[in-house]
């Protein structure tokens, strides 16, 4: 028997997974965590699919390669754009069957597919994750009575990033991107990128009461922790000492300040060099 020796890893294309990490470590404080963020190549947002996966397969060789034997993929990008693929040929070919990822997609929808008033689901997203329909195509699997209409919106995770989550010019990039949303009457909407946290209140003021609003952060730590409860195998794995390394793969100076927005302190990561063999 191997013992408690792993730890779980946190991979996002930058930092806003730190939003995602926040309420993972605060349902599960615990662990021992890796959090990894692609910052030198973030956004992912704008990328094509094929070097989503290039850049997520390097993230999965990286955090199994420091201990790691359960990854979340905190991004929406990467989850909707490489998780699939992944889990489904990378993983088992490469690491056999006991290591896991997990996304933040299939949190999300669960928790719409337990709603029974919700029939019209309105989604924004970074433009990689709207174009490769993987919110429709989950949830039609899940709950085919609920119809999802979809709103790419590429421009308010650079703003959040740039600390203008309150301007003028936000909000009305917010409004241009909800509007074709609220004309099909959605009940609720669902915060699909990991930026959108930050805009929550600048969201709710303009979709109003009577829509819901779907943060993914503390569905994605329940899932997290309902899961490892299912799974004793891999819970018997993890280490139980409180303790986060960071890393990130440029030179770590926008770190600093970006974490205390995302995370709600300042922290000092460590580089990563990623690799990608074949
Ligand atoms: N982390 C990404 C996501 O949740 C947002 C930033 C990016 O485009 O890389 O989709």
């Given at each position: 028997m191997a013992g408690r020796t792993k730890a779980i890893g946190i991979f996002d294309s930058g930092l806003g997974g730190l939003t995602v990490f926040k309420d993972i470590q605060k349902q599960l404080p615990g662990y021992r965590y890796i959090y990894l963020g692609d910052t030198a190549r973030a956004p992912y947002g704008d990328r094509s699919k094929a070097q989503v996966l290039k850049f997520a397969k390097q993230a999965v060789d990286f955090l199994f390669a420091h201990d790691c034997e359960l990854i979340i993929f905190a991004c929406n990008t990467a989850s909707a754009e490489a998780l699939r693929t992944i889990q489904r040929s990378y993983l088992p070919k490469k690491y056999g069957k006991r290591k896991r990822i997990l996304g933040v997609i299939v949190p999300a929808l669960e928790e719409v597919a337990s709603s029974p008033g919700l029939t019209r689901l309105g989604v924004i997203a970074t433009e990689g994750t709207v174009a490769s329909g993987a919110y429709p195509r989950e949830l039609?699997?899940?709950?085919?009575?609920?119809?999802?209409?979809?709103?790419?919106?590429?421009?308010?995770?650079?703003?959040?990033?740039?600390?203008?989550?309150?301007?003028?010019?936000?909000?009305?990039?917010?409004?241009?991107?909800?509007?074709?949303?609220?004309?099909?009457?959605?009940?609720?909407?669902?915060?699909?990128?990991?930026h959108y946290g930050h805009l929550e209140k600048q969201i709710r003021a303009i979709v109003g009461r009577k829509v819901r609003v779907i943060l993914q952060g503390p569905l994605v730590a329940r899932k997290l922790h309902e899961y490892l409860i299912r799974h004793p195998e891999m819970e018997t794995m993890l280490e139980r000492r409180p303790e986060t390394v960071f890393y990130t793969t440029d030179r770590g100076s926008g770190f600093a300040r970006l974490s205390a927005l995302f995370f709600g302190k300042a922290v000092v990561a460590k580089r990563a060099l990623l690799e990608y063999k074949k």
């Amino acid at each position: 028997m191997a013992g408690r020796t792993k730890a779980i890893g946190i991979f996002d294309s930058g930092l806003g997974g730190l939003t995602v990490f926040k309420d993972i470590q605060k349902q599960l404080p615990g662990y021992r965590y890796i959090y990894l963020g692609d910052t030198a190549r973030a956004p992912y947002g704008d990328r094509s699919k094929a070097q989503v996966l290039k850049f997520a397969k390097q993230a999965v060789d990286f955090l199994f390669a420091h201990d790691c034997e359960l990854i979340i993929f905190a991004c929406n990008t990467a989850s909707a754009e490489a998780l699939r693929t992944i889990q489904r040929s990378y993983l088992p070919k490469k690491y056999g069957k006991r290591k896991r990822i997990l996304g933040v997609i299939v949190p999300a929808l669960e928790e719409v597919a337990s709603s029974p008033g919700l029939t019209r689901l309105g989604v924004i997203a970074t433009e990689g994750t709207v174009a490769s329909g993987a919110y429709p195509r989950e949830l039609k699997k899940m709950a085919p009575r609920v119809r999802v209409f979809q709103s790419a919106a590429p421009l308010l995770a650079p703003a959040v990033e740039a600390g203008e989550a309150n301007s003028l010019l936000t909000k009305k990039l917010i409004k241009g991107y909800l509007a074709p949303l609220l004309k099909k009457n959605i009940d609720a909407l669902l915060l699909g990128c990991t930026h959108y946290g930050h805009l929550e209140k600048q969201i709710r003021a303009i979709v109003g009461r009577k829509v819901r609003v779907i943060l993914q952060g503390p569905l994605v730590a329940r899932k997290l922790h309902e899961y490892l409860i299912r799974h004793p195998e891999m819970e018997t794995m993890l280490e139980r000492r409180p303790e986060t390394v960071f890393y990130t793969t440029d030179r770590g100076s926008g770190f600093a300040r970006l974490s205390a927005l995302f995370f709600g302190k300042a922290v000092v990561a460590k580089r990563a060099l990623l690799e990608y063999k074949k």
